[in-house]
């Protein structure tokens, strides 16, 4: 199997997978800070950076097929605001559960994507979220039932184009890792098989991850070290 292209999760939050949709009232309500909620707002660069393994699932025949990616990153852009852009994305080894795998991928030819960080929380639950924005595909190949074939699915959250997470402040006491970091978990994500696959491909399926946001602490140093925090 090869995966050529897969923009999941920098959260994770490298993707963990960060840009991110609101409306443009929404948006305005926004504020990225610096550490705290009453931080200094944050503008520069970002990566999230996946933690644990990114998972996938689709039906084969009746069957479901597993597969785990070991991380993913993606880094962009981001405005105190909320409004972002994603720069670079890549992608760990992948292993399916019937023997296929892929390589460590830097992924190339990246759609023109934007999003917005969203302040939009929800009691007991997230703090935010955290949506990618754009015409986001995975990709997978690989020889079953005498033939090489060639599978082409959209990642889509709610059947919008769009990658989507929960995101949640590091004092969250609902974040779904115990990291001090901001978080976001890929919810409702879906793998839509899309026009020119192979007739056997198999269906549509799922996509799950979890991933930690940071900025820099020194713009455009490559050290993600700041840690983030969304406000009204």
Known sequence: MKIR???PLSVVAAGAVLGMA??????????????????????????VSTVGPVTFGITFFGQKITGTCDTANLKGTLASTGEGA???????????????SSPPTDL??????TGHVTYNPITGGRD??????????FTLEGDFLFAHRTCHYAIRTNATNTLTFDLYNRDNPNRPLPNDDAQGKAVNVT??????????????????ATAIARGETTPDSGTYDRKLYVTS
């Not at 994603?86 to 296929?100: F, K, Q, Y």
């Not at 190339?108 to 994507?113: E, K, Q, R, T």
């Not at 026009?195 to 399926?205: E, V």
């Open 86 to 100: 994603l720069t670079a994305a890549s992608i760990g080894a992948c292993t399916t559960s019937n023997g296929l």
């Open 128 to 137: 935010g979220t955290l949506t990618i924005d754009g015409d986001l595909t």
């Open 5 to 7: 292209s897969l923009l």
């Open 191 to 208: 793998l839509v098989k899309l026009t020119g696959s192979d007739g056997l491909c198999p269906n549509n399926g799922t996509l799950t």
């Open 108 to 113: 190339g030819d990246l759609p023109d994507n």
């Open 22 to 47: 609101a409306t443009a009232a929404s948006a305005a309500s926004t504020t990225v800070r610096q550490d705290t909620a009453t931080g200094t707002p944050y503008s520069g660069n970002w990566q």
